[in-house]
């Protein structure tokens, strides 16, 4: 949905945002999630698996 108050952002931030949060990766697929009225969302594949330790 279209709304004047999204904060989209570009390929380029949402790559930065991945390599600022999860170190040096590269976001490789980008898909904004269209269903919200106020947000905006995105599915993002990154170029390598990430895991959490305990």
Do not use: P
């Amino acid at each position: 949905m279209e709304s004047s108050t999204k904060n989209k952002q570009s390929d380029e931030i949402i790559n930065k945002m991945a390599c600022k949060a999860f170190g040096e990766v590269k976001a490789v697929e980008i898909q904004e999630l269209k269903e919200g009225f106020f947000n905006a969302a995105y599915e993002i594949k990154l170029s390598k698996l990430l895991l959490k330790k305990k």
